[in-house]
């Protein structure tokens, strides 16, 4: 799998090239500063970008903005952001393409090697990865008559976990409750979504960006 890196703290882009090539990925390209980034996407149009928001000369939104770019011009490109601080604006812009194959993490989440790798494959493979705290302060800042208002609190709480990219096996788990009851609850939150089934759209991962982008 080719990832491409932008971290400008040499340490933590070191580390992290080290730590995904120790698990078989191949860093083609890891670069400290804004200007270089949308190129690299361009250029090596990897499986997976691994961004930090904040990147120089400004260090405001430059790896986000490249980014953006690079998904406009590559539809659907995957990309896993890192962030010191929830910043639901970055979010909330990652988000409005609403193709998947996107993440949101804390950078603390990096400690977490298992946690972060899983991650990275999620979004490589289509997945929308985000986190808890990320999903939390979406949710605060949250007004007015929605479609998931729909939805119960259980449902909410299922959906939830599904934007945290847990299976449905890890959502029982989770919940203490069976598989055949997350299923019946996942079904009905398509169903009130107004998601009908579809041969063409990955309707789970809709569902969860209609969540995050409510």
Same mark, same amino acid.
């Given at each position: 799998m080719r990832v491409v890196i932008a971290e400008d703290l040499a340490l933590l882009r070191d580390g992290l090239t080290r730590l995904l090539q120790a698990f078989d990925f191949d860093v083609v390209a890891a670069v400290d500063n804004g200007p270089a980034l949308l190129p690299a996407l361009l250029d090596q149009r990897p499986d997976v970008a691994v961004v930090d928001v904040r990147l120089p000369p400004t260090f405001t939104d430059e790896g986000l903005q490249a980014a953006i770019e690079a998904r406009s011009r590559i539809p659907g490109l995957p990309v896993l952001v890192l962030?010191?601080?929830? &910043?639901?604006?970055?979010? @909330?812009?990652?988000? %409005? $393409?609403?193709?998947? =194959?996107?993440?949101?993490?804390?950078? /603390?989440?990096?400690?977490?090697?298992g946690q972060f790798l899983d991650a990275?494959?999620?979004? =490589? $493979? @289509?997945?929308?990865?985000? /986190? !808890? #705290?990320?999903? %939390? #302060?979406?949710?605060?800042n949250r007004t007015g008559a929605e !479609?998931? $208002?729909?939805?119960?609190?259980? &449902?909410? #709480?299922?959906?939830?976990?599904?934007? &945290? @990219?847990?299976?449905?096996?890890?959502?029982?788990?989770?919940?203490f409750v069976t598989e055949k009851a997350v299923s019946k609850h996942i079904n009905s939150i398509f169903s009130k979504l107004g998601m009908p089934p579809s041969e063409d759209d990955n309707r789970r991962v809709l569902a969860v960006l209609a969540y995050l982008d409510a």
């Open positions: 962030s010191q601080h929830v &910043e639901r604006l970055y979010a @909330g812009e990652l988000l %409005a $393409d609403r193709r998947g =194959a996107i993440g949101y993490l804390l950078k /603390d989440r990096v400690s977490h090697v990275v494959r999620r979004v =490589a $493979d @289509g997945g929308t990865v985000m /986190d !808890p #705290e990320v999903i %939390a #302060e979406l949710l605060a !479609p998931l $208002d729909a939805l119960t609190a259980r &449902e909410r #709480e299922v959906l939830g976990l599904m934007a &945290e @990219g847990r299976s449905n096996a890890a959502i029982a788990g989770r919940l």
